[in-house]
T-cell receptor, first 113, second 114 residues
Framework: TQLLEQSPQFLSIQEGENLTVYCNSSSVFSSLQWYRQEPGEGPVLLVTVVTGGEVKKLKRLTFQFGDARKDSSLHITAAQPGDTGLYLCAGEKIGAGSYQLTFGKGTKLSVIP | GAGVSQSPSNKVTEKGKDVELRCDPISGHTALYWYRQSLGQGLEFLIYFQGNSAPDKSGLPSDRFSAERTGGSVSTLTIQRTQQEDSAVYLC????????????FGEGSRLTVL
């Protein structure tokens, strides 16, 4: 059973379009992180959200943490080819005892020029 | 370099052989993680080291997998008697140790077991 479900799994859009990807769980997380991974490289942190209902903006990217801290979304406005990559969400489980992040399978985004 | 360094970047081995993968974390980072990324899958947690504490080995898939971290710095992940299902990218990450913290990943070691 995948603790964090990401959707869609694949997304191919034209440059300039808007998109939203989702990260859902039945579990509550104390924090949630979004990473972007490009081919042949390791994931790179985009943002960490901690408070339920929190919204963070990073240029054209808007991240939201659900009120119940079980889900999150990433919205990209006017997508650019440079946004292409694998977007991974990762949750820190409350009471895990050991600090470890649980990752979703990711959304593979392709932005076509 | 200033980032997490992993070696080898690519390793092709025959089924049944042992392999060692190395991770050199960012200097001063107390936390070190190993993850496995298979095709079409997310990152699967393997093991976590924090300072001098006993490692969290709860993610190791079998007793063929082991890892050590010497002197609180460099870590080696060893896979004994490799199987084809061990083929994956093995990612190492380090963190300054605060919670929640950013994980800094290396580029990974791609393992192919023939």
């Amino acid at each position: 059973t995948q603790l964090l479900e990401q959707s869609p799994q694949f997304l191919s859009i034209q440059e300039g379009e808007n998109l939203t990807v989702y990260c859902n769980s039945s579990s509550v997380f104390s924090s949630l992180q979004w990473y972007r991974q490009e081919p042949g490289e390791g994931p790179v942190l985009l943002v960490t959200v901690v408070t339920g209902g929190e919204v963070k903006k990073l240029k054209r990217l808007t991240f939201q943490f659900g009120d119940a801290r079980k889900d999150s979304s990433l919205h990209i406005t006017a997508a650019q080819p440079g946004d292409t990559g694998l977007y991974l969400c990762a949750g820190e489980k409350i009471g895990a005892g050991s600090y470890q992040l649980t990752f979703g399978k990711g959304t593979k985004l392709s932005v076509i020029p | 370099g200033a980032g997490v360094s992993q070696s080898p970047s690519n390793k092709v081995t025959e089924k049944g052989k042992d392999v060692e993968l190395r991770c050199d974390p960012i200097s001063g980072h107390t936390a070190l993680y190993w993850y496995r990324q298979s095709l079409g899958q997310g990152l699967e947690f393997l093991i976590y080291f924090q300072g001098n504490s006993a490692p969290d080995k709860s993610g190791l898939p079998s007793d063929r997998f082991s890892a050590e971290r010497t002197g609180g710095s460099v870590s080696t992940l060893t896979i004994q008697r490799t199987q084809q299902e061990d083929s994956a990218v093995y990612l190492c990450a380090s963190s300054p140790g605060q919670v929640p913290g950013e994980l800094f990943f290396g580029e990974g070691s791609r393992l192919t077991v023939l």
